[in-house]
Nanobody, 120 residues
């Protein structure tokens, strides 16, 4: 099992940028595909993006494609979510998760989340 801790959330104006980090503990991080998800108040948790264990593959939700970028540093056991051109509708709690199997897999272990608020 991998333990995950997100950080980097905060308050930003529309059009601004934030970079979220997710630090992982556990030997399996380097072989795990990772994903980012978000949950806004009153809404279901939704997929944001995913990255394969060796960074060779990524995928994104259509709503963030071209503005958000996932990356990882296996030497630091950390996965990142760079968010640019933020919109107010991006306000949510952001969670990282390990994925079962490949970067196309389902979420398995979750972090506690970090709050992102985008003001208009």
């Amino acid at each position: 099992q991998v333990q995950l801790v997100e950080s980097g959330g905060g308050l930003v104006q529309a059009g601004g940028s934030l970079r979220l980090s997710c630090a992982a503990s556990g030997r399996t991080f380097r072989t795990s595909a990772m994903g980012w998800y978000r949950q806004a108040p009153g809404k279901e948790r939704e997929f944001v993006g995913a990255i394969s264990s060796m960074s060779s593959n990524t995928r994104y939700a259509m709503s963030v494609k071209g503005r958000f970028t996932i990356s990882r540093d296996n030497a630091k056991n950390t996965v990142y979510l760079q968010m640019n051109s933020l919109k107010p509708e991006a306000s949510a709690i952001y969670y990282c998760a390990t994925l079962t199997g490949t970067y196309l897999g389902a979420p398995e272990d979750w972090g506690q989340g970090t709050q992102v608020t985008v003001s208009s």
